[in-house]
């Protein structure tokens, strides 16, 4: 596990680094040429309202008799500007983001189906996650989804409830929807943590990612030769960990928020949405093509094991490999040599059992 | 006249009658309180060597599950009638089930000390066997062995002339003789089928331990079979037909006491179940031959003279220990005889079963599982560090792990405890 | 009547009585089976075996920790954490008080609520995410338990819900939860919370007679 706790302190490190690197008054427009407790502007009414407006919006400090400096600023423009960002852009492209999500995944739909094992299955299965490996994964599905769903409606439901059910109601529905949010919180982070120390193993990069990508992945006609996960899977994996780390990171931020700065904690706030958006929509993409987007896949994660045809159609490298193993220790036969590995990805050949190798 | 135990038609509504007059409250409590929890399933050697799900001991007792709930739980009623009752029961399923419960079920009860509720699947499975037998579904071999001690007395088909050829053998090998049918004395001997067949030396040495310990015993030429095969195939009337000829000559004997032999069912017809199926007491006790032995040792009256220097492990079996209770006497015992015990881990009431208990060992069917499972006996053995040979006090496990052990190409003799304590006897006469 | 008065009313108590009635009624159904007089000399006591199962079973066994110590964690994270929740809950400790006993205890503090709420819903899941993955647990496990499963999690989710104790209606929503729970608890396997004892003792007596503690 030496190079997962590498790579996990190296992830810890940058967080750290993306946390410091946060200036306290990033959000705040400077306010220069003007001196504390003079008042701004002309009070007599010389100047226009416009100005000393803009000068309060500046943050301009007043003068107070209490020790918090912050009480001296009439209006604090960095919540303003929280605001705007996280009600303007992040609400409005992560919503789009979020249809074009559903969208595409129609469209792949429609474009290839529900995609098929080739060869048909061969009624042998061999193992494909273990235990602890599928415990963990539905765990943190399971709290992801509440996340997801308390989140969304938190970030968005201004827009797409409130219409629908009136501000009473959904008044009530953003506050059980907040308490759900910081419940479930913590509990992300204890499984994104266990997810990493478990999966990592099977999700370091390699030259047959590269390969995987200059052939065109899920988008190559046939299939590309791989390991136990994809280049697409090993992707998914570490955005969910760094999604994961970001997400925890800021939530923690949020849910004490008297430990950082009030600046931090709208970076954090916009942060965490926008890491949220983003990993929703690719969980979506992950979620298709999981159940109903591939038949064979699902079992590998329920039942732990999935049918050879499949496993040699979609991670051959890794199959024959497991295969193998089987074949020592079962006394079970070979499987035919993968056809992945000719130009064009010549599936139809490698797919049924016993069938020459090219 | 010759009996046949074998349903004419197969029928699941007997089943499903045989089924609910078997539920008492107690078989009840154990099919609604189980969770599904699944923990059962690690501790049974079925699924441990084949990790198939249907191994799980809950779910051995499916059928009898859903016949329970459609017909006698409470709210059964008002389930059924708003159609949210389980399915009736069918033939097919009974018959898929009858592996299930014959072939992949040895009433051990490791499953129970590992459930948290605490359900007595052994206890259960015995039940629902008696469905089993009404529906016409158990297997052929049980049948034919039921048959066999019907009509014979005997499972294996022995007859008294095997009884008396053995004892004739034995006398001329020990020089003792061996008392038949004298009334009065104190202990009635009988043995397994397996002994009586296979392990005939028990007798001898019984007449030496006998004779040091001045006991006074006897055999009966009118009962001398303790195997039940009743209790395996899951019969009362069977079984209790075949009891009461033993408590009969016991009784006619008048004995104080019945020695329940080497052999594990046995133990729990005789001294567990027996009174219920007889709806009476004995006028006799039954005590198990090791719990005689140990007290014998106790009291001074055997005399152990010297200790065997093997590594000698004792497979506790299951319905000797865990079920039956007889746990402190063959620990004792061992360690009076033993130099070189070796201590398996689950040894005790954890212990693995020989995976031929319960009717297996005489179900053809199941040979095959029957090795297979053997894989854990022979995995608990090798992580002990190996030992010299196997001591139990089963002649049923004796027999079934001799073949795994043949099959399995591996040199390990299993050996008698009572007749491993007679080898090393004090030397008649001797002092020390 | 507001939906809490309806749900505080005439729903809550209904839901009682089917939850009482129906559980005594559960319970009764077993017991009225019967058992047969056990004829055979006992070599130890009954009652004492029956005892000794009913405590030895709540502990993990130390040879198979190995094979259960997923459940035995998550199965006591889980129904500790929901009975500290249902006992101790600051909400539950008002409404025990004024309208179940008259009397109170001290309730858990916010945060401690919160730390048992996380630990009680993380065993909960991970006793479910097991049911949907392990091939024993799938083959064995049926509606039933999913639906209990379920309930159970909705009706402690709706109540951290309304942790905030502002809204009325989202107290109402967890009364309601709450209610539809207990009106399937009888009928169902989440009376194992009450029949254990007697999986246990009754297993414990026939064995303990025996003079083993299995
Ligand atoms: S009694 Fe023994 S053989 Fe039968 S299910 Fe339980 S552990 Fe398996
Ligand atoms: S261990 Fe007990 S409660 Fe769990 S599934 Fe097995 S029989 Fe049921």
């Known amino acids: 596990m030496t190079p997962a706790m590498r790579i996990l302190s190296i992830l810890f490190v940058l967080g750290a680094l993306l946390w410091a690197l946060v200036p306290a008054d990033a959000l705040a427009q400077g306010a220069p040429g003007f001196q504390a407790g003079a008042p701004p502007g002309n009070t007599l009414g010389a100047t226009s309202d416009a100005e000393f407006w803009r000068q309060v919006r500046q943050g301009r400090l007043g003068m107070v008799s209490i020790p918090d400096p912050y009480a001296a600023v009439l209006v604090r423009s960095e919540g303003d500007n929280w605001r ?12 789009w983001l979020l249809i074009v999500a559903l969208l595409s995944i129609l469209g792949f739909f429609l474009w290839r189906g529900r995609i098929k094992i080739e060869g048909g299955r061969s009624g042998r299965e061999i193992p494909r996650f273990t235990l602890t490996e599928r415990l963990i994964h539905w765990y943190v599905a399971c709290v992801f989804i509440l996340l997801a769903i308390s989140g969304m409606v938190l970030l968005f439901g201004k827009y797409v409830l409130m219409p629908v059910v009136g501000k009473a109601a959904f008044g009530h529905i953003a506050n059980a929807c907040l308490q759900g949010h910081n419940l479930f919180g913590p509990m992300f982070i204890f499984g994104i943590v266990a997810m990493f120390l478990v999966y990592v193993r099977d999700n370091t990069l390699n030259g047959v990612d590269w390969n995987w990508i200059k052939r065109g992945g899920v988008l190559a006609k046939g299939h590309v030769s791989s390991e136990k996960n994809n280049f697409g899977e090993k992707v998914w994996f570490w955005m969910a960990v760094g999604g994961g780390l970001v997400l925890s990171t800021t939530g923690l931020a949020m849910e004490f928020p008297w430990i950082p700065t009030i600046i931090q904690v709208q970076w954090a706030n916009l942060l965490h949405a926008t890491a949220a958006i983003g990993l929703v929509a690719v969980a979506l993409g992950h979620i298709y093509i999981g159940t109903l987007g591939m038949e064979g896949a699902l079992e590998g994660m329920t039942r732990g094991t999935v049918d050879e045809n499949w496993a040699m159609e979609h991670h051959d490298l890794w199959a024959k490999q497991v295969m193998d193993d089987l074949n020592v220790s079962d006394g079970r036969r070979l499987p035919p040599e993968p056809a992945a590995g000719g130009p064009g990805g010549g599936s139809k050949d490698g797919a049924p059992q016993g069938a020459p190798a090219e | 006249m010759t009996v046949h135990t074998r349903p004419e038609k197969p029928s699941a509504e007997a089943a499903v009658q045989a089924f609910l007059g078997q539920i008492d409250a107690s078989i009840a409590s154990y099919l609604e309180t189980c969770v599904h929890c699944g923990e059962c399933a690690e501790a049974c050697h079925f699924y441990e060597v084949t990790k198939d799900p249907r191994y799980t001991p809950t779910w051995k007792l499916q059928p009898m599950v859903r016949a329970y709930k459609r017909h006698l739980a409470p709210f059964s009623g008002l389930k059924r009638a708003l159609g949210l009752a389980p399915s009736e029961v069918t033939l097919d399923e009974l018959e898929e089930w009858s592996e299930l419960v014959y072939d992949a079920c040895t009433m051990c009860a490791r499953c129970t000390v590992v459930c948290p509720m605490g359900i007595d699947i052994a206890t259960a499975i015995r039940r629902m066997r008696e469905g089993m037998v009404a529906a016409g579904v158990a297997p052929e071999g049980l049948h034919e062995a039921s048959d066999r001690a019907l009509n014979t007395g005997s499972p294996l088909g022995l007859t ?129 031959i090791l719990e005689l032995l140990e007290e014998l040792r106790l009291e001074g009256r055997l005399r152990i003279g010297g200790k065997d220097s093997r590594r000698l492990a004792f497979h506790d079996p299951c319905q000797i220990v865990r079920r039956g209770g007889v746990v402190a006497e063959p620990r004792n015992l061992m360690a009076a005889v033993a130099a070189n015990q070796v201590v398996t881990a689950h040894a005790g009431i954890n212990n693995y079963c020989c995976g031929g208990g319960g009717g297996v060992s005489s179900n053809h069917r199941a040979e095959e599982l029957r090795f297979k499972a053997f894989a854990v006996k022979k995995r608990q053995l090798e992580e002990a560090g190996g030992v010299d040979a196997l001591v139990t006090a089963c002649a049923n496990c004796r027999n079934v792990l001799e073949e795994a052990i043949d099959e399995y190409e591996m040199d390990l003799p299993v050996l008698s405890l009572t007749e491993l304590l007679a080898e090393y006897l004090e030397p008649e006469g001797g002092a020390g | 009547m507001t939906f809490l008065e309806w749900t505080e009313g005439p729903l809550w108590y209904g839901a009682s009585a089917i939850f009482v009635v129906g559980a005594a009624w559960r319970l009764f159904g077993i017991l009225r089976l019967g058992r047969r007089v056990e004829l055979s000399r006992p070599r130890a006591s009954a009652a004492s075996g029956a005892l000794a199962a009913i405590v030895r079973h709540a502990l993990p066994r130390g040879e198979y920790v190995e094979r259960t110590w997923y459940h035995v964690v998550a199965g006591y994270l889980f129904h500790l954490g929901l009975f500290a929740l249902l006992l101790f809950a600051a909400p539950h400790v008002a409404f025990i008080h004024d309208r179940l006993l008259g009397v109170g205890w001290t309730p858990l503090p916010r945060w401690a609520f919160i730390v048992v709420a996380e630990l009680a819903f993380a065993g909960l899941i991970l006793l479910w995410v097991r049911r949907i993955c392990d091939p024993v647990m799938r083959q064995i496990s049926d509606r039933d338990d999913h639906l209990g499963t379920w309930l159970t999690f909705i009706a402690m989710l709706t109540g951290c819900l309304a942790l905030q104790e502002t809204s009325p209606v989202l107290r109402g929503i967890h009364m309601l939860c709450v209610e539809v729970w207990m009106v399937y608890f009888p009928f169902s396997r989440l009376m194992h919370a009450f029949t254990w004892v007697l999986s246990r003792g009754f297993m414990g007596a026939n064995y303990g007679r025996r003079g083993v503690s299995p």
């Open chain 1, 84 to 95: 705007a960002l996280r009600n303007g852009p992040i609400s409005y492209y992560g919503g």
């Open chain 2, 160 to 288: 008294l002339r095997v009884l008396q050829k053995q004892i004739a053998d034995q006398e001329k090998e020990t020089g003792i003789p061996v008392p038949v049918d004298v009334k009065g004395a104190d202990y009635l001997v009988i043995l397994s089928a397996m002994e009586l067949i296979g392990f005939p030396e028990v007798i001898g040495a019984l007449s030496r331990i006998f004779k040091q310990a001045n006991v006074s015993w006897t055999f009966s030429s009118a009962a001398f079979e303790a195997t039940n095969v009743g209790v395996q195939i899951g019969s009362k009337e069977i079984a209790t037909s075949l009891l009461g000829r033993v408590v009969d000559a016991a009784e006619a004997l008048e004995v104080k006491y019945l020695i329940s032999p080497e052999c594990g069912h046995a133990y729990g017809a005789l001294k567990w179940e027996g009174p219920n199926m007889m709806g009476r007491n004995y006028e006799f006790e039954v005590i198990h």
